[in-house]
């Protein structure tokens, strides 16, 4: 990562760990980034102060330094300034209640910015204490010579602060200071010690024989957790290759050995957890007191310290093992001293590893350049033998055949030169592919474990990783690319079925493919822990989409637009267990259309079915069924057979699975997993297994008044009825198969309910696309007591391609 | 019918600044009398199997009027309206609703009458307009050689 010289600091601009630490130690400045809006910074005569007043109140806080009082490092002092500076420009320590206020902190924020620019240079060692801090900070601005402005007066240097929150206020930004730059240096240096890990297993000599601890197989299915695979990732491309074998074993102490072998196993958690601690501090960095009164709780900020502390002992003890290092191993007391002894141990094993490796190498060049003589020497004996100098050989030919002979022999010579130089540089390779440039980089900085050598490893490091032959190239689990071939037959999908849907006056919009975490969670029941959860970003908590569905109630509860007729064509995202023959991926298209709004009695619904009908008849797909029930008769039928109704939701999703088994299976798991009575299954059995052409259904389940007077129930009979007479009268009732097994996973249904099935025959060989009412998801967004009711249906288009690809 | 009103509600939207709304289909669907939505579902139907985009009320039995008011609101074309008689006879009437025109087609011919009228299937919009220029310039040319 680069980074600019100059970092901006200024309202809404959150500052990094790493910009921060590139203030603190390397060459970048600060700039206040001032908004264009009411700031010209004119000193008024207002705020001037008598210069030699305010050097007599400074001097009295300059004298009453202690002298058992820390100081700051230069690095530190600048990140307290840099904070402070921060916190102004965010208007947060002091917000500006009125005009001059601002020009106030205006001034304030120029003497700090000129303070941070100047300290480089000069000999700026403030105090770990408030009143001092603040004393000497302004004795230095006072006595620096220059033209900056004489004034003084803010409160920020006012003596009365000592006494106020104010006081809390620029211990925590001190304090704040110290933890960044010791966590972004933690940071730097955990990446450093895998290096010297990986380079210490270089010098154990057994990295031939230890890739098998590092496997793929090991880690990434075996044991996948994130740092883990990362650390044995890395491991592995920067030891591929390496060949070299100690004269002798005992190089290394069995503790060092096991420490080498488990290398992964501490590195990868520590690095991870610091990573975590890291965003944590980073983001607390940027959040200030809103006002004076107020002082923020340092729990989170402690608790991430206390994290990087423990991860940075145990990789500072890990390094000292692997050096072979039985000595005494204190204990930090402090994130700073932890990290200045982790970078001790790193430099003491980095230079270890690089002495012995170049050592290593120097010995088989050596070794390699005395054989190349041996050969040559060898070759020049056969050549005097073989070619006696002086006899020409190619007396009595013509000279067009003697310059043949000579230009074959020459390209012969070419080419064993060519493969004697490939042989020779393979010789050369005793380490890894990345040991040689790591050891290279270490030795050219003097292993001197910070930026820019520490950058220029990492640099490494991902070049490593992300190319090369080492790394076969893969595909997450669940998705595919699609060819040229493949994506015709997409576009063709696409146009026919957005043909469809424009046929019927629906309009397309688009939602993100992310949404806050809690507009998708509890929409989906038992379906919701495949919602693919994005890692924390440090600000909102986010998600994937999961359907089309619960976005578009979002987004009409969000823009209130009224009743709509809307498609929408994206990809949805569900950590399901693919299965590709089935043509059911992780990332997948939906093709969804909705109808919002309070209109007749099942008119939109049997338009949603109508249109999914014209879809699946114009897509060359074969013959299918469309499944249809209604989710209050399901409802009525289980409360009909006695099951309790905290059960209802579980027991449908039994229910539901009738498609794929026998009704035996689903009995079973209705009885022994869900603990339901036999009986009550039995009756429920009844009911589910009848489906058939939906008028005769209706009727012979109305003549039978197997649902007595249950309300519910009629209810829905009296809609199903309303539905199946509109789609006789738009000629769909051909497609459609009454089926009271038909349940639909989601838990967002409220009314009718309907799947699109794939026939062969008279199997069933996948579903494409379902849908049904949802009345009350979008009021879940929405106030109390408005409501939206809606129905839509969705076609899930990757088994139409399957289908489609196969002819 | 209320033809009479055709002419004033367009010059009224005029007057009030105009739409700027694009509709999202040709042709309306719409009905006279009570419980005519499965003729109108049916006639759709016709529509849609033709590609041409086409809408009707999502109300059981909506009042003409306030189907015309919507249909011209929204800038749509052309609307069929389908009552007793006209389902008697097997008919209906198909308006015109920028140039205020009526008639009464057969539902045979109703897909020929609109496409006849200038609805373009959905999808083809691209196609219809290059053919159009295309019969357009080789009348100049055939012009121009006369």
């Known amino acids: ?807 | 019918m209320l033809v009479f009103l055709l002419p004033l509600l367009p010059r009224l939207r005029e007057e009030q600044g105009g739409s700027i709304k694009q509709p999202t289909v040709d042709v309306v669907v719409a009905s006279v009398g009570e419980g005519m939505l499965k003729e109108r579902m049916k006639l759709a139907k016709l529509l849609w199997d033709a590609n041409i985009s086409s809408e009707y009320s999502q109300q059981e039995s909506p009042k003409l009027n306030a189907q015309l008011r919507n249909a011209l609101d929204r800038n749509i074309p052309f609307m069929i309206i389908v009552g007793e008689k006209e389902l008697a006879e097997k008919t209906c009437n198909v308006k015109d609703l920028k140039a205020s025109t009526e008639e009464t087609v057969p539902i045979a011919n109703l897909v020929a009458t609109l496409r006849k009228m200038g609805v373009i299937p959905v999808g083809c919009e691209f196609a219809a307009e290059l053919a159009t220029k295309e019969a357009e310039d080789e009348m100049t040319s055939i012009h121009r050689r006369l």
């Not at chain 1, 803010?154 to 960044?180: C, G, K, Y």
């Not at chain 1, 050549?383 to 055949?401: H, I, L, Y």
């Not at chain 1, 009629?714 to 009732?733: G, Q, W």
């Open chain 1, 1 to 807: 990562m680069t980074i600019a010289n100059s970092i901006c600091i200024g309202k809404g601009r959150r500052i990094t760990l790493k910009e921060l630490q590139e203030m603190c130690l390397y060459d970048a400045t600060a700039e206040w980034f001032q908004p264009s809006e009411g700031g010209d910074l004119e000193v008024s005569e207002f705020f001037v102060v008598d210069r030699a007043i305010m050097l007599e109140r400074v001097q009295f806080f300059h004298s009453q330094r202690s002298e058992v009082e820390k100081t700051l490092s230069k690095a530190e002092t600048i990140a307290a300034l840099t904070i402070l500076a921060l916190g102004i420009s965010q208007g947060r320590l002091f917000p500006p209640t009125k005009k001059h206020e601002e020009v106030h902190l205006t001034q304030a924020l120029l003497i700090l910015v000129q303070a941070i620019k100047r300290a480089p240079n000069a000999d700026l060692n403030l105090s770990t204490s408030v009143p001092s801090f603040l004393g000497s900070l302004q004795f230095f601005l006072l006595k620096s010579p220059g033209k900056e402005p004489s004034c003084y007066s803010h409160e920020l240097l006012d003596e009365t602060i000592v006494h106020s929150p104010m006081s809390e206020i620029v211990a925590r930004v001190i304090w704040m200071a110290q933890i960044s730059l010791a966590t972004m240096q933690a940071y730097d240096l955990a990446l450093a010690g895998l290096v010297m890990g990986i380079l210490s297993i270089e010098r154990e000599g057994q990295a031939k024989k230890r890739l098998g601890d590092y496997s793929e197989k090991k880690f990434d299915i075996m044991r996948p957790h994130r740092g883990l695979i990362e650390a044995a990732t890395a491991i592995r491309a920067i030891l591929n290759g390496s060949r070299y074998v100690p004269p002798n074993d005992a190089v290394v102490s069995e503790e060092a050995m096991q420490a080498l072998k488990n290398l992964p196993q501490y590195h990868g958690p520590a690095q991870d957890s610091i990573r975590a601690a890291h965003k944590t501090i980073e983001l607390e960095l940027n959040c200030f007191e809103s006002s004076l009164q107020d002082v923020l709780d340092r729990t989170v900020a402690e608790l991430a310290v206390k994290q990087v502390q423990d991860s940075v002992l145990v990789l500072s003890r890990a390094s000292l093992t692997r050096c072979n290092n039985k000595g005494v191993k204190s204990t930090p007391t402090s994130l700073m001293e932890a990290v200045v002894q982790l970078e001790a141990s790193l430099k003491q094993e980095a230079q270890l590893d690089c002495e012995f490796i170049q050592e290593q190498v120097a010995k088989a060049e050596e070794e390699s350049r005395q054989k190349n003589a041996e050969r040559a020497a060898r070759a020049a004996t056969a050549a005097g033998t073989q070619r006696p100098v002086g006899k020409d050989e190619f007396a009595g030919m013509s000279a067009a055949k003697k310059s043949k002979i000579l230009e074959v022999r020459k390209k012969k010579e070419a080419n064993a030169a060519a493969k004697k130089k490939v042989k020779d540089s393979k010789g050369l390779s005793l380490f890894g592919t990345g040991t040689q440039p790591l050891v290279d980089i270490l030795v050219k900085h003097n292993y001197d474990l910070r930026n820019p050598c520490l950058d220029e490893i990492q640099t490494e490091v991902e070049k490593l990783l992300s190319g090369g032959v080492q790394r076969k190239p893969k595909i997450p689990k669940g998705t595919r690319d699609f060819l040229p071939e493949q994506m015709a037959i997409r576009q063709k999908a696409f146009s026919i079925i957005r043909r469809v849907f424009q046929s019927h006056g629906a309009v397309e919009i688009d939602t993100p493919v992310f949404e806050l975490k809690d507009t998708l969670t509890g929409k989906y029941g038992e379906d919701s822990k495949l919602i693919y959860d994005l890692a924390d970003q440090g600000g909102e908590l986010l998600a994937l989409r999961y359907d089309l569905t619960v976005p578009f109630a979002r987004f009409l509860a969000l823009n209130s637009v009224g009743n709509i007729k809307r498609f929408h064509i994206g990809k949805v995202y569900r950590r399901d267990q693919p299965a590709l023959s089935k043509g059911r991926y992780r990332e997948f298209y939906q093709c969804d259309f909705d109808i919002a709004g309070i209109y007749g009695q099942m008119v939109p619904d049997s338009e949603c079915v109508c249109v999914v009908c014209e879809i699946l008849d114009a897509l060359p797909i074969g013959n299918f069924v469309i499944k249809i029930n209604h989710r209050c008769l399901l409802d009525a039928v289980l409360d009909l057979c006695g099951v309790p109704a905290e059960k209802f939701r579980s027991i449908c999703s039994s229910v539901d699975k009738l498609d794929k088994e026998p009704w035996e299976a689903v009995k079973k798991e209705m009885v022994e997993e869900k603990g339901l009575i036999a009986e009550v299954a039995d009756k429920i059995g009844e009911f589910v297994l009848n489906k058939g052409e939906p008028m005769t259904m209706y009727q012979a389940l109305m003549d039978s008044k197997r649902f007595a007077n249950n309300e519910g129930a009629m209810r829905a009979m009296e809609d199903l009825r309303i539905l199946f007479e509109y789609l006789e009268a738009m000629d769909k009732l051909k497609f459609l198969s009454f089926d009271l097994s038909l349940a639909r996973g989601l838990d967002y249904y409220t009314g009718v309910i309907y799947e699109a099935v794939c026939m062969s025959g008279n199997t069933q060989v996948g579903s494409i696309g379902g849908g049904g009412r949802y009345d009350k998801l979008v009021s879940m967004f929405q106030e109390a007591g408005k409501q939206t009711p809606c129905v839509g249906v969705s076609v899930g288009i990757e088994r139409v391609f399957t289908l489609m690809e196969a002819k």
